[in-house]
């Protein structure tokens, strides 16, 4: 209009749009009304307090457009993606195929996937200490069985003969 308002009041003309877009075939989300200090999460349909939201600067409210726990679920589930290449689902089928057990030590629970650094294949799920165990080797099967012969008490202890000389122990 010349005097630069609309003709519509701003929820009908919203609701206008909605009945066009409909009528083209378009998905139209529902909108959903929440009290003062509230948000409502498309990803999880629930009304939450704006305490349970992430910052987001450039958000016309200032709030991500998902929740912070839905944020969480969509980042653990992303990260195996990306870094393992598999799903929640499939680390889950592996964890059952486990007995949910890590599979070196067969006590801790089966939390963290283990993966082979030069080939990125996926080996299992086992628990923090095994897996930071592996990762403190270095992957390395020579150094593992060094320190399984320590263990052991089978180490070769090596006695000094001469200056630069040792005798191994038969």
């Known amino acids: 209009m010349r005097d630069g308002l609309q003709c519509y009041c701003?929820?009908?003309?919203?609701?206008?749009h909605q009945q066009r877009q409909r009528a083209k075939g378009k998905n139209v989300r529902p909108r959903v009304e929440a009290p003062d200090g509230h948000k409502y999460c498309r990803r999880c349909g629930e009304i939450k307090p704006h305490s349970e939201w992430d910052r987001n600067k450039t958000a016309s409210d200032?709030?991500?457009?998902?929740?912070?726990?839905?944020?969480?679920?969509?980042?653990?589930?992303?990260?195996?993606?990306?870094?393992y290449?598999?799903?929640?689902?499939?680390?889950?089928?592996?964890?059952?195929?486990?007995?949910?057990?890590?599979?070196?030590c067969q006590e801790g629970p089966a939390e963290h996937v283990d993966h082979d650094h030069q080939t990125g294949r996926v080996r299992g799920v086992l628990c923090f200490g095994c897996?930071?165990?592996l990762g403190k080797f270095k992957d390395r099967p020579?150094?593992?069985r060094r320190a399984a012969a320590y263990v052991e008490g089978n180490l070769w202890k090596p006695t000094l003969v001469a200056q630069g000389v040792y005798r191994q122990p038969s």
Do not use: F, W
């Open 10 to 16: 701003r929820p009908c003309a919203a609701e206008y």
């Open 85 to 104: 290449g598999i799903t929640e689902a499939e680390r889950d089928e592996m964890i059952a195929a486990q007995g949910g057990v890590c599979v070196i």
């Open 142 to 144: 020579d150094v593992m």
């Open 131 to 133: 897996n930071s165990a």
């Open 62 to 83: 200032g709030l991500s457009t998902r929740c912070k726990a839905c944020r969480a679920i969509e980042s653990r589930a992303g990260h195996l993606k990306r870094s």
